[in-house]
């Protein structure tokens, strides 16, 4: 995806793979670059690297573009080839961070008439960003981790977040990264 955590995504697709039944399930694999574009790669090598996570890539070559046109109950309209289209059932969006973990595939999806595994718009959008998810659960009487949020205007007090907080505590984006 077109994220910073596209790799993480990658190779999250991997294991997906690796493990899906594939006598039961016809997978087409779908990958987006990190400028999001989507790709239908070689389905017999979609990724380069694949035994090393930390140099894991989309394998571009051979790729043809595609786009899911709001509408379209599922088909995939191949950019290099006009008259290609490929229709899919259900997708399992394997996506870290944003611009797919944060309901914005899952919108399209929705607007595609697509059927999709996973939470929804909404529920995507509310796990992804701390800061709200945190919010709802607290206010929903529902236990979670002391936190503190901060803004970039926001001066930032070691000593008074310590005291708050105490020690180790992690600090992170909001919009980014697993919590």
């Not at 020690?167 to 909001?174: I, Q």
Request: hydrophobic share 40%; with cysteine.
């Amino acid at each position: 995806g077109k994220s910073a955590e596209h790799e993480v995504s990658l190779q999250s697709a991997k294991n997906v793979v690796e493990a899906i039944d594939k006598d039961t399930y016809d997978v087409a694999l779908i990958g987006i670059d990190k400028s999001g574009k989507w790709l239908l790669p070689n389905k017999s090598q979609f990724l380069l690297n694949a035994h090393d996570p930390k140099l894991i890539k989309l394998n571009k070559e051979n790729e043809e573009n595609i786009a899911l046109v709001p509408q379209s109950g599922g088909e995939l309209t191949n950019l290099s080839h006009e008259r290609s289209r490929t229709a899919v059932d259900v997708v399992f969006p394997i996506l870290h961070g944003p611009f797919g973990e944060d309901g914005t595939v899952q919108g399209l999806l929705k607007l595609a008439g697509v059927p999709f595994v996973g939470a929804g718009v909404l529920g995507s959008a509310i796990g992804m960003d701390k800061d709200v998810m945190k919010r709802l659960l607290r206010d929903a009487c529902i236990s979670t981790a002391k936190f503190r949020v901060l803004r970039q205007e926001d001066s930032i007090d070691f000593e008074k977040v310590k005291s708050e907080l105490g020690l180790p505590f992690f600090v992170k984006p909001a919009n980014l990264g697993s919590s």
